[in-house]
């Protein structure tokens, strides 16, 4: 659908050269672009991290719309995912259509397999890869891989739009620790990953939460999700 509509828009824009006409093409071509990503076929995206990190949690409260997940125990992903459709969902106080494509495990044997599967599959606008406040060598080693991946994966990257780290399980670490001291740990990742978003135009970001109980999804979801439409509000 994005290729259609892309050739569609060149096609029309080729043969005009006023700069008025072509900036309002461009801009309905946007509002194009949103209504059919966010209302129709779904902003493509994925969730990746090290396992036990929250990951199908994080869909699920996405899928459910609820305030808080504390009962939720889902059992551990098997190899391959699990496929998972197209659902609208409350996201600031616009209804949005998300399509994550399949859940994928965090063992790291899964990483070659089921992540670079999904990556290929679903050519993600975006990303959100989480981690939490344990095993840090882990959690370094899948966010290294990841960026590996977006570095090689040239067709897939294509519509990357932005990547969000979510530190997740805050309420097991903020009372103890705060999120600028668990990023320390992670200094060379980091300035990774923003030179990457520099050179390949996406956005890279950070933030903090805790999935079950519901504090700092709403906010970080927001963010991210307005980041990969096609026209940010």
Same mark, same amino acid.
């Given at each position: 659908?994005?290729?259609?509509i892309?050739?569609? &828009? +060149?096609?029309?824009?080729?043969?005009?050269?006023?700069?008025?006409?072509? %900036?309002?093409? +461009?801009? +309905?071509?946007? #509002?194009?672009?949103? &209504?059919?990503?966010?209302?129709?076929?779904?902003?493509? &995206?994925?969730?990746? @991290?090290? #396992?036990?990190?929250? =990951?199908?949690?994080?869909?699920?409260?996405?899928?459910?719309?609820?305030?808080?997940?504390? $009962?939720?125990?889902?059992?551990?992903?098997?190899? @391959?995912?699990?496929?998972?459709?197209t659902?609208?969902?409350?996201?600031?106080?616009?209804?949005?259509?998300? !399509?994550?494509?399949?859940?994928?495990?965090?063992?790291?044997?899964?990483?070659?397999?089921?992540?670079?599967?999904?990556?290929? /599959?679903?050519?993600?606008? @975006?990303?959100?890869?989480?981690?939490?406040?344990?095993?840090?060598?882990?959690? !370094?080693?899948?966010?290294?891989?990841? *960026?590996?991946?977006? $570095?090689?994966?040239?067709?897939?990257?294509?519509?990357?739009?932005?990547?969000?780290?979510?530190?997740? !399980?805050?309420?097991?670490?903020?009372? %103890?620790?705060?999120?600028? =001291?668990? *990023?320390?740990?992670?200094?060379? /990742?980091? !300035?990774? *990953?923003?030179n990457?978003? $520099?050179?390949?135009?996406?956005q890279?970001?950070?933030?903090?939460?805790?999935?079950?109980?519901?504090?700092?999804?709403?906010?970080? *979801?927001?963010? &991210?999700? %307005?980041?990969? #439409?096609?026209?940010?509000?």
């Amino acid at each position: 659908m994005t290729n259609l509509i892309d050739q569609l &828009f +060149s096609a029309v824009v080729g043969t005009v050269n006023n700069s008025k006409v072509l %900036n309002s093409l +461009s801009h +309905s071509a946007d #509002r194009i672009y949103d &209504f059919v990503y966010v209302k129709v076929f779904g902003l493509p &995206f994925i969730v990746l @991290g090290a #396992r036990q990190t929250g =990951k199908t949690t994080l869909i699920e409260w996405l899928r459910q719309n609820v305030a808080s997940l504390e $009962e939720y125990q889902p059992a551990p992903t098997a190899p @391959g995912g699990d496929t998972v459709a197209t659902f609208s969902s409350y996201i600031g106080d616009e209804m949005i259509r998300l !399509k994550p494509t399949r859940d994928v495990g965090g063992e790291y044997e899964m990483w070659e397999t089921d992540w670079v599967e999904l990556f290929r /599959e679903t050519k993600p606008r @975006g990303i959100i890869f989480l981690i939490d406040h344990t095993d840090v060598l882990k959690h !370094k080693d899948a966010l290294n891989f990841l *960026m590996n991946m977006i $570095e090689e994966e040239d067709a897939a990257k294509h519509n990357l739009k932005a990547l969000m780290i979510l530190v997740n !399980k805050s309420d097991l670490w903020l009372t %103890n620790t705060t999120l600028d =001291k668990i *990023m320390a740990n992670y200094g060379n /990742e980091i !300035k990774r *990953m923003h030179n990457q978003a $520099e050179r390949l135009g996406y956005q890279a970001t950070i933030y903090s939460s805790s999935v079950t109980t519901g504090v700092g999804v709403r906010d970080s *979801m927001r963010t &991210f999700f %307005n980041a990969i #439409r096609p026209q940010p509000r």
